[in-house]
């Protein structure tokens, strides 16, 4: 099975500041990466799909990129309301299971 | 209104049974694979189940094959999961999630299942 690396575990900035989030896959996988936000006590919502797709509502400063087994998730410049933490999501080719990473906490420095 | 809402969680004994509901408003299910993904407290998300749009399909973790299972009814709008033979590992918030394009788009808002005696 495919794990998914997230690093680091927690990233202390401050708003204004760039966000570099990194998901490393064990083997290489398909164009099936997503990203998601989770804020405590909500349910995660989908950022970006297909590795670099925002999704609908996403904002502009959420980008993400990467192929093989390396992914990153860019946010551009801190918003209060993007301290959360953060999951990268792959889908097997087949079977088409699932597989998150352990997420990275964005936190107030 | 776009959205799935989850009901069914609760206290359940070591080995005992549940099955989760999730109704969906606002879309039309019978056009989209849906999962279930857990939390336990404090931890990450986990994939559980998929099922494709018309129920003929479904894939499983490993840790709950042959425990749970995954249906639908298009007719209803609604999901579900049944979940036997429950351990105490399987205590999490269960989502029901839209998922197209091999990630999910739209979830509900959780239903806590806590297994314990």
């Known amino acids: 099975d495919i794990v998914l690396t997230q690093s680091p575990a927690t990233l202390s900035l401050s708003p204004g500041e760039r966000a570099t989030l990194s998901c490393r896959a064990s083997?290489?996988?398909?164009?099936?990466l997503a990203w998601y936000q989770q804020k405590p006590g909500q349910a995660p919502r989908l950022l970006i799909y297909?590795?670099?797709n925002r999704a609908t509502g996403t904002p502009a400063r959420f980008s993400g990129s990467g192929s093989g087994t390396d992914f990153t998730l860019t946010i551009s410049n801190l918003e209060p309301e993007d301290f959360a933490v953060y999951y990268c999501?792959?889908?097997?080719?087949?079977?088409?299971?699932?597989?998150f990473g352990q997420g990275t906490k964005v936190e107030f420095k | 209104e776009v959205q799935l809402v989850e009901s069914g969680g609760g206290l359940v004994q070591p080995g005992g049974s549940l099955r989760l509901s999730c109704a969906a408003s606002g879309f039309t299910l019978s056009t989209y694979w849906m999962s279930w993904v857990r939390q336990a407290p404090g931890k990450g998300l986990g994939w559980v189940a998929h099922?494709?749009?018309?129920?003929?399909?479904?894939y499983y973790v490993d840790s709950v094959k042959g425990r749970f299972t995954i249906s639908r009814d298009n007719a209803k709008n609604s999901l579900y999961l049944q979940m036997s033979s429950l351990r105490a590992e399987d205590t999490a918030v269960y989502y029901c999630a839209r998922s197209p394009y091999s990630s999910a788009d739209l979830w509900g808002q959780g239903t806590l299942v806590t297994v314990s005696s």
């Open positions: 999501q792959q889908r097997n080719n087949w079977p088409p299971t699932w597989t």
């Open positions: 083997q290489s996988v398909s164009n099936y």
């Open positions: 297909g590795v670099s």
């Open positions: 099922i494709k749009e018309d129920g003929s399909d479904k």
